[in-house]
């Protein structure tokens, strides 16, 4: 049999069985909490899974791997040591916190959790629509799986891209949180399965003379180095360390991501649902040193978003291609569905509310649905567009510009609804603001040499955030 007809065979194969758990997860959708959150009868271990799944996505296994191949050591420091690090430490901090608050205010999502802690209808309104900013990485998503799955099915990208987007939101609008958890679920383990594959491939690269790190330096020096001064986004200690510390810490404080705890029943859940997590993401994210794989084995110069879905055509036997691209297509609908769910409930449970006089929950989970498909559209005109012309070189850029500017809006009131009980609502909306305009400033005045960086924006805005928090502490304080 062909890589084609095996490719066909296994898409098949998987979009059935996915298939089969929407539908089962439709059967227990029964009001807007279900659909949003799930019956919190889900185990903490799948829950676990899932959150590893929705962390993942198709970018720590196809496009961060291209930036590792392009931009060598300080890539794979910034991205599997300081933001890894940022991650497991801003979960460790969060979760339980905002599972527990989120519980009692009967909060579906962030925006909503929010606007209860803060009892601010204007905070839950603004964070709605920040929250569309996932449109950006849902395309990120939709384009790396595109790249690979139109070598696999001998089709052009963009019917792929269409086709991608119409089955997920199709699955996410009947099957709701539960059947999204027990999918990421599957989906994780399958992910596993291909990480090990990937990571043991290069391994002997480790070994013979000269060793790895001769040959990288004998292609270029700088791929060697902690920083790559010949780098737009990894060119000194700051943008390698401090900044995707920043942004890791405050990346959990997505809505797709941070929503997965009030998935849970109680707090007892929480360690398990951690553990899983963290355990599992960190073997995702050593798939990062597949970019120094590809770096080591390909011949030609290779576009970054295009890495590798070149080396895996390159380097793996038609049976085991088509088992790495299902891995991929995992990892990239495991996060693509999570977006999805998250936008779909905020259109529910965060727009509806804004506009409707008499409120329905059955004209709520409709106003979601018809969400859902304008994002779909969305996403696949935003694909389209960044197969064609990606930002910056590769759609990652693209992806964080939108995606950055969310998580460091939304670090502020999260972290303070929790940690900062004395942090007002006027003093949270003014940090908030201030967030929002340093991000926008430093990119639109261009500020610094950095200014071309979403980690340098996002720092940007995290710092200014918190430096109006901690001021008006003071002050008040004084007073």
């Not at 639109?444 to 200014?451: E, I, K, M, S």
Request: contains cysteine; aromatic residues 10%; positive net charge.
């Amino acid at each position: 049999m062909s890589t084609v007809a095996l490719g066909w065979a296994a898409v098949v194969a998987y979009f059935a069985v996915t298939s089969a758990l929407a539908i089962r997860g439709a059967r227990r959708t029964r009001s807007l909490a279900t659909y949003a959150v799930g019956s919190r009868d889900i185990p903490a271990v799948v829950v676990g899974l899932s959150l590893a799944a929705q962390l993942t996505s198709v970018a720590t296994f196809v496009v961060n791997p291209g930036l590792v191949y392009a931009f060598g050591f300080s890539a794979l420091l910034g991205y599997g040591l300081s933001a890894a690090t940022g991650i497991t430490l801003g979960l460790a901090l969060f979760s339980r916190r905002f599972r527990s608050h989120g519980a009692r205010a009967q909060a579906l999502t962030v925006p909503q959790w929010i606007g209860a802690r803060y009892e601010s209808t204007p905070l839950r309104a603004a964070f709605a629509v920040l929250s569309l900013g996932l449109v950006t990485f849902a395309t990120l998503i939709v384009v790396a799986l595109s790249l690979v799955l139109s070598r696999l099915l001998a089709l052009s990208p963009d019917a792929v891209a269409v086709g991608i987007v119409a089955i997920v939101v199709t699955s996410v609008m009947f099957g709701g949180a539960t059947g999204h958890a027990w999918t990421n679920a599957v989906q994780a383990g399958v992910m596993l399965v291909v990480a090990v594959l990937l990571i043991g491939t290069g391994l002997p690269l480790l070994g013979g003379e000269p060793g790895l790190v001769a040959r990288l330096a004998a292609i270029d020096p700088n791929l060697v180095r902690p920083v790559n001064p010949a780098s737009p986004y990894f060119r000194n200690v700051f943008e390698v360390f401090v900044c995707n510390f920043l942004v890791g810490l405050a990346i959990v404080c997505q809505p797709h991501i941070m929503s997965k705890a009030l998935y849970l029943r109680d707090d007892r859940q929480v360690r398990w649902y951690l553990g899983t997590a963290i355990a599992v993401g960190l073997v995702f994210t050593a798939v990062l040193a597949t970019g120094v794989w590809a770096r080591l084995t390909l011949a030609e110069p290779t576009a970054i978003d295009r890495v590798i879905p070149t080396w895996i055509a390159a380097h793996f036997p038609p049976g085991q291609q088509v088992l790495v691209s299902i891995g991929l297509l995992c990892a990239g609908l495991s996060t693509l569905e999570g977006i999805l769910l998250a936008l779909s409930a905020t259109f529910s449970a965060d727009f509806y509310p804004l506009f409707a006089r008499e409120r329905s929950e059955k004209t709520a989970l409709r106003v979601g649905r018809a969400g859902l498909v304008f994002v779909g559209l969305a996403t696949v005109a935003l694909t389209i567009w960044q197969l064609e012309h990606p930002t910056g070189g590769t759609v990652a850029i693209f992806a964080q510009y939108g995606v950055y500017l969310l998580f460091s809006a939304s670090f502020l009131p999260l972290a303070c609804g929790m940690f900062v009980p004395r942090a007002t609502r006027g003093v949270v909306a003014a940090s908030v603001v201030a967030a929002v305009g340093a991000y926008a400033a430093a990119a639109l005045l261009r500020v610094t040499p950095l200014h071309n960086n979403p980690a340098f924006l996002a720092t940007a805005a995290i710092v200014s955030g918190w430096t109006v928090v901690g001021l008006a502490l003071l002050f008040g304080r004084r007073t």
